[in-house]
Protein backbone atom coordinates (compact mmCIF):
# COMPACT_ATOMS: atom_id res chain seq x y z
CA UNK A 1 0.00 0.00 0.00
CA UNK A 2 1.21 2.87 -1.42
CA UNK A 3 0.31 6.22 0.76
CA UNK A 4 0.86 9.71 -1.11
CA UNK A 5 0.27 13.13 0.09
CA UNK A 6 -2.66 13.73 -2.43
CA UNK A 7 -3.10 16.35 -5.50
CA UNK A 8 -6.12 17.40 -7.37
CA UNK A 9 -3.92 17.08 -10.67
CA UNK A 10 -5.13 13.54 -12.90
CA UNK A 11 -1.69 13.27 -13.72
CA UNK A 12 -0.85 12.25 -9.90
CA UNK A 13 -3.50 9.66 -9.86
CA UNK A 14 -2.21 8.35 -13.14
CA UNK A 15 1.07 7.92 -12.02
CA UNK A 16 0.36 6.10 -9.17
CA UNK A 17 -1.31 3.94 -11.33
CA UNK A 18 1.31 3.11 -13.31
CA UNK A 19 3.97 3.12 -10.85
CA UNK A 20 1.68 0.28 -8.48
CA UNK A 21 0.96 -1.93 -11.84
CA UNK A 22 5.25 -1.75 -11.90
CA UNK A 23 5.45 -2.74 -8.48
CA UNK A 24 3.12 -5.18 -8.24
CA UNK A 25 4.97 -6.85 -11.36
CA UNK A 26 8.48 -6.38 -10.64
CA UNK A 27 8.14 -7.09 -7.27
CA UNK A 28 5.74 -10.30 -7.35
CA UNK A 29 3.16 -9.02 -4.62
CA UNK A 30 -0.42 -10.19 -4.62
CA UNK A 31 -2.05 -6.74 -4.48
CA UNK A 32 -0.73 -3.22 -5.07
CA UNK A 33 -2.64 -0.05 -4.17
CA UNK A 34 -2.40 3.63 -3.49
CA UNK A 35 -4.35 6.09 -1.39
CA UNK A 36 -3.94 10.08 -0.31
CA UNK A 37 -3.83 10.85 3.01
CA UNK A 38 -5.03 14.83 1.96
CA UNK A 39 -6.63 16.18 -0.76
CA UNK A 40 -8.87 13.80 -2.55
CA UNK A 41 -9.92 10.40 -2.48
CA UNK A 42 -9.22 7.72 -2.62
CA UNK A 43 -8.09 8.88 0.64
CA UNK A 44 -6.63 6.10 3.64
CA UNK A 45 -9.39 5.10 4.93
CA UNK A 46 -10.86 3.88 1.57
CA UNK A 47 -7.10 2.53 0.47
CA UNK A 48 -7.00 0.78 3.93
CA UNK A 49 -10.80 -0.87 3.69
CA UNK A 50 -9.91 -2.71 0.42
CA UNK A 51 -6.64 -3.86 1.31
CA UNK A 52 -8.27 -5.20 4.57
CA UNK A 53 -10.73 -7.40 2.55
CA UNK A 54 -7.69 -8.87 0.69
CA UNK A 55 -6.48 -12.75 1.88
CA UNK A 56 -3.28 -11.94 2.81
CA UNK A 57 -1.04 -12.47 5.93
CA UNK A 58 1.09 -9.03 5.43
CA UNK A 59 0.66 -6.02 4.42
CA UNK A 60 3.68 -3.17 3.98
CA UNK A 61 2.89 0.71 3.82
CA UNK A 62 5.14 2.63 1.72
CA UNK A 63 5.31 6.11 2.71
CA UNK A 64 5.95 7.46 -0.80
CA UNK A 65 7.35 11.01 0.22
CA UNK A 66 10.33 12.60 -0.94
CA UNK A 67 11.08 14.02 2.78
CA UNK A 68 10.62 12.33 6.14
CA UNK A 69 8.73 14.67 8.51
CA UNK A 70 4.93 15.31 10.03
CA UNK A 71 3.13 14.53 7.09
CA UNK A 72 5.26 10.45 6.80
CA UNK A 73 4.37 10.39 10.32
CA UNK A 74 0.64 11.24 10.61
CA UNK A 75 -0.05 8.99 7.30
CA UNK A 76 1.65 6.20 8.90
CA UNK A 77 -0.55 6.92 12.26
CA UNK A 78 -3.74 7.10 10.68
CA UNK A 79 -2.88 3.84 8.19
CA UNK A 80 -1.79 2.02 11.62
CA UNK A 81 -5.09 2.56 13.49
CA UNK A 82 -6.46 -0.49 11.66
CA UNK A 83 -3.72 -2.96 12.73
CA UNK A 84 -6.15 -3.81 15.60
CA UNK A 85 -8.51 -4.57 13.36
CA UNK A 86 -7.64 -7.29 11.57
CA UNK A 87 -4.97 -10.52 11.42
CA UNK A 88 -3.11 -8.80 8.86
CA UNK A 89 0.63 -7.99 9.70
CA UNK A 90 1.62 -4.25 8.75
CA UNK A 91 4.73 -3.53 8.01
CA UNK A 92 5.94 0.11 7.02
CA UNK A 93 8.85 1.34 5.13
CA UNK A 94 10.92 4.19 5.28
CA UNK A 95 10.12 6.73 2.78
CA UNK A 96 11.81 7.74 -0.41
CA UNK A 97 14.42 9.47 0.93
CA UNK A 98 18.45 9.63 1.85
CA UNK A 99 18.93 6.92 -0.50
CA UNK A 100 21.71 6.82 -3.63
CA UNK A 101 18.79 6.00 -6.07
CA UNK A 102 17.66 9.21 -5.81
CA UNK A 103 20.83 11.03 -6.75
CA UNK A 104 20.79 8.84 -10.06
CA UNK A 105 16.95 9.30 -10.55
CA UNK A 106 18.15 13.34 -10.28
CA UNK A 107 21.44 12.57 -12.51
CA UNK A 108 18.91 10.49 -15.16
CA UNK A 109 16.49 13.82 -15.65
CA UNK A 110 19.53 15.67 -16.01
CA UNK A 111 21.29 13.75 -18.85
CA UNK A 112 17.81 13.47 -20.19
CA UNK A 113 17.44 17.52 -20.25
CA UNK A 114 21.07 17.84 -21.84
CA UNK A 115 20.54 15.22 -24.62
CA UNK A 116 16.79 16.59 -25.46
CA UNK A 117 18.31 20.02 -25.88
CA UNK A 118 21.34 18.75 -27.64
CA UNK A 119 23.71 19.36 -25.14
CA UNK A 120 27.34 17.95 -25.51
CA UNK A 121 29.57 19.61 -22.51
CA UNK A 122 31.04 17.79 -19.93
CA UNK A 123 29.04 16.90 -16.49
CA UNK A 124 31.77 19.15 -14.98
CA UNK A 125 31.05 22.97 -16.74
CA UNK A 126 27.57 22.29 -16.11
CA UNK A 127 25.38 23.87 -13.15
CA UNK A 128 22.51 22.66 -11.72
CA UNK A 129 20.04 24.09 -9.33
CA UNK A 130 17.71 22.24 -7.78
CA UNK A 131 13.68 23.29 -6.48
CA UNK A 132 12.36 21.56 -4.11
CA UNK A 133 9.22 22.09 -2.23
CA UNK A 134 10.32 23.40 1.53
CA UNK A 135 9.29 22.20 4.79
CA UNK A 136 9.24 23.19 7.92
CA UNK A 137 11.11 19.70 9.17
CA UNK A 138 15.06 20.04 9.60
CA UNK A 139 14.78 16.43 8.13
CA UNK A 140 13.59 17.64 4.78
CA UNK A 141 16.24 19.92 4.34
CA UNK A 142 18.87 17.81 5.00
CA UNK A 143 17.24 14.48 2.73
CA UNK A 144 17.71 17.12 -0.12
CA UNK A 145 21.02 18.17 0.90
CA UNK A 146 21.77 14.67 0.45
CA UNK A 147 21.11 14.29 -2.84
CA UNK A 148 22.53 18.44 -3.82
CA UNK A 149 25.75 16.70 -2.30
CA UNK A 150 25.75 13.68 -3.97
CA UNK A 151 25.89 14.91 -6.99
CA UNK A 152 28.31 17.85 -6.48
CA UNK A 153 31.16 15.44 -7.97
CA UNK A 154 30.20 15.08 -11.26
CA UNK A 155 28.68 19.13 -12.21
CA UNK A 156 30.19 22.34 -12.05
CA UNK A 157 28.01 24.00 -9.06
CA UNK A 158 25.07 22.09 -7.58
CA UNK A 159 22.77 24.08 -4.88
CA UNK A 160 18.79 24.32 -4.28
CA UNK A 161 16.18 26.59 -3.29
CA UNK A 162 12.40 26.07 -2.51
CA UNK A 163 9.00 26.58 -4.21
CA UNK A 164 7.59 28.30 -0.68
CA UNK A 165 8.26 28.15 3.27
CA UNK A 166 12.27 28.23 3.38
CA UNK A 167 15.28 29.94 1.88
CA UNK A 168 16.40 30.77 -0.43
CA UNK A 169 13.21 31.12 -2.78
CA UNK A 170 13.75 30.42 -6.57
CA UNK A 171 14.37 34.26 -6.73
CA UNK A 172 17.39 34.07 -4.81
CA UNK A 173 18.47 30.79 -6.05
CA UNK A 174 18.27 32.12 -9.48
CA UNK A 175 20.13 34.77 -8.67
CA UNK A 176 22.33 33.06 -7.16
CA UNK A 177 23.29 30.76 -9.88
CA UNK A 178 23.52 33.93 -12.17
CA UNK A 179 27.19 35.14 -10.05
CA UNK A 180 28.31 31.74 -10.62
CA UNK A 181 28.34 32.25 -14.50
CA UNK A 182 27.46 29.26 -16.05
CA UNK A 183 27.49 27.99 -19.41
CA UNK A 184 24.55 26.31 -18.51
CA UNK A 185 22.16 25.73 -15.82
CA UNK A 186 19.84 22.74 -15.69
CA UNK A 187 16.83 23.04 -13.26
CA UNK A 188 15.50 19.95 -11.82
CA UNK A 189 12.02 19.98 -10.59
CA UNK A 190 12.57 17.89 -7.06
CA UNK A 191 8.76 16.55 -7.23
CA UNK A 192 7.47 13.22 -7.25
CA UNK A 193 4.07 14.36 -9.28
CA UNK A 194 2.94 16.59 -12.14
CA UNK A 195 0.94 18.16 -9.96
CA UNK A 196 -0.23 21.93 -9.61
CA UNK A 197 3.25 22.75 -8.05
CA UNK A 198 4.83 21.72 -11.21
CA UNK A 199 2.69 22.66 -13.47
CA UNK A 200 1.81 26.24 -12.08
CA UNK A 201 3.21 27.62 -8.83
CA UNK A 202 7.07 26.72 -10.26
CA UNK A 203 6.64 28.76 -13.09
CA UNK A 204 5.08 31.97 -11.78
CA UNK A 205 8.13 32.43 -9.95
CA UNK A 206 10.67 30.81 -12.08
CA UNK A 207 10.15 32.22 -15.54
CA UNK A 208 10.44 36.17 -13.66
CA UNK A 209 13.15 35.12 -11.99
CA UNK A 210 14.84 33.52 -15.61
CA UNK A 211 13.65 36.64 -17.15
CA UNK A 212 15.49 39.39 -14.93
CA UNK A 213 18.90 36.84 -14.73
CA UNK A 214 19.51 36.69 -18.69
CA UNK A 215 20.87 33.63 -18.30
CA UNK A 216 23.35 32.19 -21.21
CA UNK A 217 21.19 28.49 -21.57
CA UNK A 218 18.76 26.65 -19.34
CA UNK A 219 17.31 23.41 -19.41
CA UNK A 220 14.44 22.82 -17.17
CA UNK A 221 14.24 18.75 -16.69
CA UNK A 222 10.92 16.75 -16.03
CA UNK A 223 9.76 16.37 -12.60
CA UNK A 224 10.75 12.84 -10.79
CA UNK A 225 7.45 11.10 -11.69
CA UNK A 226 7.39 7.18 -13.42
CA UNK A 227 10.88 5.86 -13.15
CA UNK A 228 12.38 2.52 -13.40
CA UNK A 229 14.31 3.38 -10.53
CA UNK A 230 11.78 4.89 -8.27
CA UNK A 231 9.72 1.47 -8.98
CA UNK A 232 13.57 -0.47 -7.99
CA UNK A 233 13.53 2.14 -4.97
CA UNK A 234 9.95 1.55 -3.74
CA UNK A 235 10.20 -2.60 -4.17
CA UNK A 236 13.88 -2.11 -1.68
CA UNK A 237 12.37 0.02 0.85
CA UNK A 238 8.89 -2.83 1.21
CA UNK A 239 11.69 -5.37 0.97
CA UNK A 240 13.93 -4.09 4.16
CA UNK A 241 11.43 -4.37 6.50
CA UNK A 242 9.81 -7.43 4.62
CA UNK A 243 13.38 -9.44 5.25
CA UNK A 244 14.05 -8.02 8.70
CA UNK A 245 10.60 -9.41 9.64
Given at each position: ???????????????????C????E???????????????PP????????????????????P????????????V????????D???K????????????????V??????????N?????KD?I????????????????????V?????????????????I?????????????????????????????????????????????????????????????????????????????D??
Amino acid sequence: MLIDRGSREREAEEELEIICKKVKEKGNYDFTEFCFLEVVPPFIEDGMDKCLKKDVDEMTIVPYFLYPGKKVKIAVADAMKYQKDTKIKFLVSKPMTMHKTMIELVDNRINTSLQENQISLAKDKIDVLIIGHGSMDPNAQISLNYVVDGLKNAYRNVDRCYLEIEEPNIEQGITACQKNNPDVLVIVFYFLHEGAHVKTDINNDLKPALEKANLKKVCITKHLGVDEKMIDLIIERAKEVEDAN
